[in-house]
């Protein structure tokens, strides 16, 4: 079955970096897009980064040239590097994989907390 294990949350300050990982597993890893995503308090989630089968990423506006999302293939994880944090950056960040039908899959999250 579609697992999507994510890893790396936790408590930084504002202006830290944090890395999170999301492995993989039960599914043609390097034949689907792979995202990030995150939800804080109050909000819905939103999309915060892409990146498809070739390596090509798009970001939201919102973190534009403080995150990079990159992939291993070899490994079936997929990365999400975070500089320069903010406090609005904290949310809990989820993995996802949208696989034939347009059947989304989701991992259990991890939390990220920037304190200013």
């Known amino acids: 079955q579609v697992q999507l294990v994510e890893s790396g949350g936790g408590l930084v300050q504002s202006g830290g970096s944090r890395s999170l990982s999301c492995a993989a597993s039960?599914?043609?890893?390097?034949?689907?897009?792979m995202n990030w995503y995150r939800q804080a308090p109050g909000k819905e989630r939103e999309l915060v980064a892409s990146i498809n089968t070739s390596g090509r990423t798009m970001y939201a506006d919102s973190v534009k040239g403080r995150f990079t999302c990159s992939r291993s293939n070899g490994e079936n994880t997929v990365y999400l590097q975070m500089n320069s944090l903010k406090p609005e950056d904290t949310a809990v960040y989820y993995c996802?994989?949208?696989?034939?039908?347009?059947?989304?899959?989701w991992g259990q999250g991890t939390q990220v907390t920037v304190s200013s």
């Open positions: 039960g599914f043609s890893f390097n034949a689907y897009a």
């Open positions: 996802n994989v949208r696989l034939l039908f347009g059947k989304d899959y």
